[in-house]
């Protein structure tokens, strides 16, 4: 272990991520939804083949046991990513971000109705704080439909959440897969799901864009490649519980582009349920390590015979 390390790593991601979205963001007005997916599956297949290579996991990474789980956790995984493209397109930075910010609160939702794991009252009232949070993000859209400009935002703000949905929807596929499949494998088919999907938005308008249009999803492709590397490894050098918080960076990051490229100037009703969605996350994390640590003594107070 190393825990520097993997919060360096962790925030790497993050920051990537970040960036990510923001060149996906720049293209919005040129290059339609499925588009940007394709580009940013396909140009993430390299950077994946040369990380299974060099750590000697290539093999690993191309077999699987359980095909299928690969397609439900890549239809799910696609249209978190197309809906959330979509949303970048309609609405600012900060709050898709904050809005994102859903996804591991509606992870234990359904892990609790589809999994079967247990909700003990403390964590589902700080999920419910969450998504109160969230309401709060998504009240100036809900209903405010009247002209052009809110009625695209509302519609934003709706595609995005259905995302954070579709999100946490593939966490739960991926939590069932674990137990079968490699983290090598959940990657590599991840990405070639992804892109083979993407294809079937091609009738519905695909765009030629110019090369320099073009470069911005190609590098976010290869970035989000690397992203994904970078998170991965996180967790190999510290504990989930460490690294975890440095998920809520990416808002922090998220304001800093937003105001700075896209001239995006964040409203204090965004900015409040923000920090109401990162409050609630941020109990669930220490809630959890506490859960841990009780659990570590208890297992070193047993005898050998248990």
Not at 181 to 207: D, K, M, Q, Y
């Amino acid at each position: 272990m190393n825990p520097l390390r993997g919060i360096l790593l962790k925030l790497g991601s993050v920051t990537i991520f970040v960036i990510m979205a923001s060149l996906i963001k720049a293209t919005a007005d040129e290059v339609p939804p499925g588009e940007q997916v394709f580009f940013r599956s396909f140009f993430a297949i390299p950077v994946i083949l040369v990380w299974l290579m060099r750590r000697g996991e290539l093999s690993s990474g191309l077999r699987t046991a359980r095909p299928m789980g690969h397609v439900f956790r890549g239809l799910m995984g696609t249209a978190a990513m197309g809906l959330g493209f979509a949303g970048l397109g309609l609405l600012p930075l900060p709050e898709v971000t904050a809005i994102g910010f859903a996804t591991p609160l509606l992870t234990v939702i359904f892990a609790a109705m589809f999994l079967g794991e247990e909700v003990r009252t403390f964590r589902l009232a700080t999920v419910a704080l969450g998504l109160i949070g969230v309401l709060v993000v998504l009240s100036p859209r809900v209903g405010d439909v009247g002209d052009g400009l809110s009625s695209a935002q509302t519609l934003g703000a709706v595609i995005t959440l259905m995302g954070a949905m579709c999100a946490a929807l593939a966490q739960i596929f991926v939590r069932k897969m674990v137990h079968d499949e490699s983290t090598a494998a959940i990657v590599f088919w991840f990405s070639i799901t992804a892109s083979t999907l993407a294809l079937f938005t091609l009738p519905f308008g695909w765009t030629v864009p110019s090369p320099g249009t073009a470069a911005l999803p190609v590098l976010a492709g290869l970035l989000g490649g690397v992203g994904q590397i970078m998170l991965t490894s996180a967790y190999r050098f510290a504990d989930a519980s460490l690294v975890a918080p440095f998920d809520y960076a990416a808002m922090l990051l998220a304001l800093i582009i937003g105001y700075g490229v896209f001239r995006e100037v964040p409203t204090a009703t965004m900015l409040t349920g923000a920090a109401i969605v990162i409050a609630a996350g941020f109990l669930i994390i220490w809630r959890e390590h506490r859960l841990g640590l009780e659990r570590n003594r208890q297992r070193k107070a047993m005898t050998p015979q248990g």
